[in-house]
């Protein structure tokens, strides 16, 4: 159904046939021109209005606009320029005559509402419906503009349900992309979705984490800057503040703005305001001298003339931001300085626009008491300097332009036309909207027009950067382009090398909350702030990161280390008891000197042999003895060095079986001193029952007992080499593992006994009648041997690493030397030294036993 039905009032008058009246006052149309299609257009030709205050006692007088819009004008007649091509074109809709009705919507919302309805109903007070009773076909077959978000969105909300094409050239909120709230919507400049994540990845390109924004508080900004924050957000850049401002803010609004910017530490500021507020709050900014700011700017404002003209405190120099790419459309510019079409469709706003283009006025509109200077209507509009005669808006009057043709061709599918159009065809607004959806052409210039499932054009922005020069004009340059179309790597192509930054400066401001952490740290957020906002914590030990800004440290493999810096991991030391180090050195010296010292007392009892002090008690097993002392000094050499696999078998088996073979010697003497004596009793056969040969079997039963121990140990679970990596956290300790720790337990275990059994037999010999009693001897090296190794045990189990080692060759040595010295040294002694006494006389004569 025609809108028709909505806003006017069915009555039945005089006349037999049905009228409809409207109700309230008629629009005033501003620019118009008959034909047989109809085009609507609302534009904002003013900028303000003389505001009134209603008494609600009589009728509300009509809204005045003021202040003349020079930038929509020149929309307007883009406008115009592409109806008066298509209409000489014989190539588009030939033979149909294209006619416009324009409104100015210079107020609020609800003049665009009021405009909209008046150009799909007519604008007649009274009208005569063609079928039934207020119904008819809509006015208009589209309707260019409007200029705003925000405006566009009433117009989109109102003419939706009935279906009339509305296509906007500026209206850039990605709300406005919805078909389901605005299902005949459709513009020909990109959607802000899309320059929202440009800004976004600009920002993101010159790392930029840390940054403010200030945005208009209406569907542009809002919308415009929630797109912007959740990509930001998506790239890791943190908005220190975001402050919404509209042009009619009281000035308490604005000085909360610029407080909130003086007190930031971001120097950069993404701007999402339309050209009119930014107009308001930038006279403001030179007020305060905000200048230092990098400022990143929306398509509105940041390749406007006008705006770079305002700015006489080069507040914004340096500004870089998006704008669509630049075009040139052929005899449009010298079309809209040629003031005859709007001489011709209204005189009196020719008469209004002639007036503030030359600052004059025509006689006939003024007393001469208000003549500053007289009209006459031939002045030369080229020879002003103003932002009528500015080109710089040339991609937005192309914009015009192709809303404009799109509806030409889907018209010209519609209406079947070849070399004629079929004009009987009746035009419905949702088949002239389903044709524009689907229209796909080339304008003149070469540049592609269609629109996407949203009613949206393909996006494409150039990258601007404000330059000054040296008379104090600023140029917009173009310093690269954006295109989401390409893969993600490609959208963003930039030239840095021209750029030029606040203040002049070609040096890449550095707006962070926190500078970079650098590699061997890790970033730690600061609590209650934003994520961009951090300290740098060193890594652990142990731990490396070797990239910056990195969240995490890494912890290095076992065999590895961090290095100072905590930035890569090196390997570690490997750890062992070696010849080189003076611990090694000293116990190996040590072993060897107790190897020599064992082969002198050797030597001297082999030369002394035949003596009494050799000969008693057994020098067979007094040999076997000093052989396996020397087996002990050297079998603690085997516990120094890198543990390999034979040397951690050879280790402990070594020294198992070499100190059983002491020992048993030992424990063999001993009982030879103690039954020696209780064979001399009347009646004892004790002594065939320890002679020689048991003696040698003896010793060779224990040691055997503790060779097959060993051979279990080390065919079910041997000793192998081990890195342990927890003992000293930077170094790798090379040691030998057990295996079987009940092996290692019962070769030590097996040892003790036989020390224990050894100590009791020459503890109660110790009192024999004897002069040289060997007993005692034992019983000394007894207990310095079981001394060492019962302060072994806790200081084996505690040592770390190789002290370990260490405590268990220094175990081996000191009760190696405690047995040599004990028991050799004095019979070395005497024999040397007191030979008088090494007869068999002295060693039987009587003499009060010693005590220990």
Same mark, same amino acid.
């Given at each position: 159904?025609?809108?028709?039905?909505v806003?006017?009032?069915?009555?039945?008058?005089?006349?037999?046939e049905?009228?409809?009246?409207?109700?309230?006052?008629?629009?005033?149309?501003?620019?118009?021109?008959?034909?047989?299609?109809?085009?609507?257009g609302?534009?904002?030709?003013?900028?303000?209005?003389?505001?009134?205050?209603?008494t609600?006692?009589?009728?509300?007088?009509?809204?005045?606009?003021?202040?003349?819009?020079?930038?929509?004008?020149?929309?307007a007649?883009?406008?115009?320029?592409?109806?008066?091509?298509?209409?000489?074109s014989?190539?588009?809709?030939?033979?149909?005559?294209?006619?416009?009705?324009?409104?100015?919507?210079?107020?609020p919302?609800?003049?665009?509402?009021?405009?909209?309805?008046?150009?799909?109903?007519g604008n007649?007070?009274v009208?005569?419906?063609?079928?039934?009773?207020?119904?008819?076909?809509?006015?208009?077959?589209?309707?260019i503009?409007?200029?705003?978000?925000?405006?566009s969105?009433?117009?989109?909300?109102?003419?939706g349900?009935?279906?009339?094409?509305?296509?906007?050239?500026?209206?850039?909120?990605?709300?406005?992309?919805?078909k389901?709230?605005?299902?005949?919507?459709?513009?020909?400049?990109?959607?802000?979705?899309?320059?929202?994540r440009?800004?976004?990845?600009?920002?993101?390109?010159?790392?930029?984490?840390?940054?403010?924004?200030?945005?208009?508080?209406?569907?542009?900004?809002?919308?415009?800057m929630?797109?912007?924050?959740?990509?930001?957000?998506?790239?890791?850049?943190?908005?220190?503040?975001?402050?919404?401002?509209?042009?009619?803010?009281?000035?308490?609004?604005?000085?909360?703005?610029?407080?909130?910017i003086?007190?930031?530490?971001?120097?950069?500021?993404?701007?999402?305001?339309?050209r009119?507020?930014?107009?308001?709050?930038?006279?403001?900014?030179?007020?305060?001298?905000?200048?230092?700011?990098?400022?990143?700017?929306?398509?509105?404002?940041?390749?406007?003339?006008?705006?770079?003209?305002?700015?006489?405190?080069?507040?914004?120099?340096?500004?870089?931001?998006?704008?669509?790419?630049?075009?040139?459309?052929?005899?449009?510019?010298?079309?809209?300085?040629?003031?005859?079409?709007?001489?011709s469709?209204?005189?009196?706003?020719?008469?209004?626009?002639?007036?503030?283009?030359?600052n004059?006025?025509?006689?006939?509109?003024?007393?001469?008491?208000?003549?500053?200077?007289?009209?006459?209507?031939?002045?030369?509009?080229?020879?002003?300097?103003?932002?009528?005669?500015?080109?710089?808006?040339?991609?937005?009057?192309?914009?015009?332009?192709?809303?404009?043709?799109?509806?030409?061709?889907?018209?010209?599918?519609?209406?079947?036309?070849?070399?004629?159009?079929?004009k009987?065809?009746?035009?419905?607004?949702?088949?002239?909207?389903?044709?524009?959806?689907?229209?796909?052409?080339?304008?003149?210039?070469?540049?592609?027009?269609?629109?996407?499932e949203?009613?949206?054009?393909?996006?494409?922005?150039?990258?601007?950067?404000?330059?000054?020069?040296?008379?104090?004009?600023?140029?917009?340059?173009?310093?690269?382009?954006?295109?989401?179309?390409?893969?993600?790597?490609?959208?963003?192509?930039?030239?840095?090398?021209?750029?030029?930054?606040?203040?002049?400066?070609?040096?890449?401001?550095?707006?962070?909350?926190?500078?970079?952490?650098?590699?061997?740290?890790?970033?730690?957020?600061?609590?209650?702030?934003?994520?961009?906002?951090?300290?740098?914590?060193?890594?652990?030990?142990?731990?490396?990161?070797?990239?910056?800004?990195?969240?995490?440290?890494?912890?290095?493999?076992?065999?590895?280390?961090?290095?100072?810096?905590?930035?890569?991991?090196?390997?570690?030391?490997?750890?062992?008891?070696?010849?080189?180090?003076?611990?090694?050195?000293l116990?190996?010296?040590?072993?060897?000197?107790?190897?020599?010292?064992?082969?002198?007392?050797?030597l001297?009892?082999?030369?002394?042999?035949?003596?009494?002090?050799?000969?008693?008690?057994?020098?067979?097993l007094?040999?076997?003895?000093?052989?396996?002392?020397?087996?002990?000094?050297l079998?603690?050499?085997t516990?120094?060095?890198?543990?390999s696999?034979?040397?951690? #078998? &050879?280790?402990?088996? %070594?020294?198992?079986i !070499? @100190? $059983?073979?002491?020992?048993?010697?030992?424990?063999? +003497?001993?009982? /030879?001193?103690?039954?020696a004596?209780?064979?001399?009793?009347?009646g004892?056969?004790?002594?065939?029952w320890?002679?020689?040969?048991?003696q040698?079997?003896?010793?060779?039963?224990?040691t055997?007992?503790?060779?097959?121990?060993?051979?279990?140990?080390?065919?079910?679970?041997?000793?192998?080499?081990?890195?342990n990596?927890?003992?000293?956290?930077?170094?790798?300790?090379?040691?030998?593992?057990l295996?079987?720790?009940?092996?290692?337990?019962?070769v030590?275990?097996?040892?003790?006994?036989?020390?224990?059994?050894?100590?009791?037999?020459?503890?109660?010999?110790?009192?024999?009648?004897?002069?040289?009693?060997?007993?005692?001897?034992?019983?000394?090296? #007894? &207990?310095?041997?079981? %001394?060492?190794?019962? !302060? @072994? $045990?806790?200081?084996?189990?505690?040592?770390?690493g +190789?002290?370990? /080692?260490?405590?268990?060759?220094?175990?081996?040595?000191?009760?190696?030397?405690?047995?040599?010295?004990?028991?050799?040294?004095?019979?070395?002694?005497?024999?040397?030294m007191?030979?008088?006494?090494?007869?068999?006389?002295?060693?039987?004569?009587?003499?009060?036993?010693?005590?220990?």
């Amino acid at each position: 159904l025609s809108p028709l039905q909505v806003v006017n009032l069915a009555s039945a008058s005089s006349a037999e046939e049905p009228v409809c009246r409207r109700r309230g006052d008629p629009e005033n149309l501003l620019l118009f021109k008959d034909g047989e299609i109809i085009l609507g257009g609302v534009f904002s030709f003013h900028t303000g209005w003389k505001d009134r205050t209603d008494t609600y006692m009589i009728k509300p007088l009509r809204l005045q606009c003021t202040s003349l819009n020079f930038r929509d004008l020149q929309f307007a007649q883009a406008m115009l320029f592409a109806i008066e091509e298509i209409n000489n074109s014989t190539d588009l809709l030939p033979g149909i005559s294209v006619g416009y009705k324009i409104y100015d919507i210079c107020g609020p919302d609800t003049r665009s509402i009021g405009a909209t309805l008046a150009l799909a109903n007519g604008n007649e007070i009274v009208s005569v419906p063609s079928k039934t009773t207020c119904t008819r076909p809509a006015h208009v077959q589209a309707i260019i503009g409007a200029t705003s978000s925000s405006k566009s969105i009433a117009v989109a909300t109102v003419i939706g349900p009935f279906f009339i094409p509305v296509i906007s050239y500026f209206a850039t909120c990605a709300c406005l992309s919805d078909k389901t709230k605005y299902p005949s919507f459709l513009r020909t400049i990109p959607s802000d979705y899309y320059q929202s994540r440009a800004l976004a990845h600009l920002v993101k390109y010159f790392g930029w984490t840390w940054v403010g924004a200030i945005r208009s508080n209406d569907d542009y900004g809002n919308n415009g800057m929630a797109t912007f924050t959740e990509t930001a957000q998506q790239l890791g850049i943190c908005l220190e503040y975001s402050v919404p401002f509209f042009r009619t803010d009281p000035s308490a609004k604005i000085q909360r703005i610029i407080d909130i910017i003086k007190a930031s530490t971001s120097k950069v500021i993404v701007t999402f305001l339309t050209r009119a507020d930014l107009n308001v709050l930038l006279p403001e900014f030179s007020y305060h001298n905000l200048s230092g700011y990098q400022w990143i700017g929306s398509e509105t404002w940041i390749f406007d003339s006008r705006t770079a003209e305002m700015d006489t405190h080069h507040i914004l120099d340096g500004a870089i931001g998006l704008s669509i790419p630049k075009v040139h459309v052929t005899g449009l510019r010298e079309f809209i300085l040629n003031e005859k079409p709007l001489n011709s469709s209204n005189n009196e706003l020719f008469i209004e626009f002639w007036e503030t283009l030359f600052n004059c006025r025509f006689r006939q509109s003024a007393s001469s008491a208000d003549i500053q200077k007289e009209c006459t209507g031939h002045e030369d509009v080229t020879g002003v300097q103003n932002s009528f005669i500015d080109m710089s808006l040339m991609p937005l009057f192309n914009n015009v332009y192709k809303g404009v043709y799109a509806v030409a061709h889907a018209l010209h599918n519609i209406l079947s036309c070849n070399k004629t159009c079929n004009k009987n065809v009746q035009l419905d607004p949702l088949t002239v909207l389903q044709h524009i959806r689907k229209i796909h052409f080339t304008t003149k210039e070469g540049d592609e027009v269609h629109f996407d499932e949203n009613g949206d054009p393909a996006a494409k922005y150039d990258i601007i950067n404000w330059q000054p020069k040296e008379n104090g004009v600023v140029e917009f340059v173009t310093v690269g382009l954006y295109n989401p179309s390409l893969v993600q790597e490609k959208q963003l192509n930039l030239q840095n090398k021209y750029l030029i930054w606040a203040r002049n400066s070609k040096q890449v401001p550095v707006s962070v909350c926190s500078e970079k952490c650098p590699p061997g740290t890790r970033k730690v957020l600061q609590k209650g702030r934003p994520v961009c906002c951090y300290d740098c914590i060193r890594c652990a030990e142990g731990e490396i990161s070797n990239v910056t800004d990195s969240v995490t440290c890494v912890r290095c493999l076992p065999e590895f280390w961090s290095n100072e810096r905590r930035d890569a991991c090196i390997k570690k030391e490997a750890v062992f008891l070696s010849y080189e180090e003076i611990m090694g050195a000293l116990l190996t010296a040590a072993s060897i000197f107790g190897a020599h010292m064992t082969i002198g007392v050797i030597l001297i009892f082999f030369k002394y042999r035949k003596t009494p002090i050799v000969r008693a008690n057994n020098s067979e097993l007094s040999f076997l003895l000093l052989f396996s002392l020397i087996l002990c000094f050297l079998c603690s050499l085997t516990f120094i060095g890198q543990p390999s696999d034979w040397s951690c #078998m &050879l280790r402990h088996v %070594a020294f198992g079986i !070499t @100190f $059983v073979l002491c020992i048993s010697c030992l424990l063999g +003497k001993t009982m /030879v001193v103690l039954m020696a004596f209780r064979a001399t009793r009347p009646g004892s056969n004790v002594k065939k029952w320890f002679g020689q040969t048991q003696q040698r079997l003896c010793v060779t039963a224990f040691t055997l007992i503790q060779i097959n121990i060993c051979i279990i140990w080390l065919t079910t679970s041997p000793p192998f080499p081990f890195k342990n990596f927890k003992e000293i956290k930077d170094k790798i300790t090379l040691e030998c593992a057990l295996g079987s720790v009940v092996g290692f337990w019962a070769v030590l275990g097996y040892i003790g006994l036989l020390a224990i059994l050894c100590f009791i037999f020459a503890f109660l010999a110790r009192k024999l009648p004897d002069n040289f009693n060997e007993a005692k001897f034992i019983t000394f090296s #007894m &207990l310095i041997f079981c %001394a060492v190794w019962i !302060t @072994f $045990v806790p200081a084996y189990v505690s040592s770390p690493g +190789k002290f370990s /080692v260490a405590v268990e060759i220094f175990a081996i040595l000191a009760s190696s030397f405690g047995l040599l010295i004990c028991i050799f040294i004095p019979k070395c002694y005497i024999i040397l030294m007191k030979p008088e006494k090494n007869t068999k006389k002295h060693m039987m004569g009587k003499k009060a036993p010693n005590s220990l």
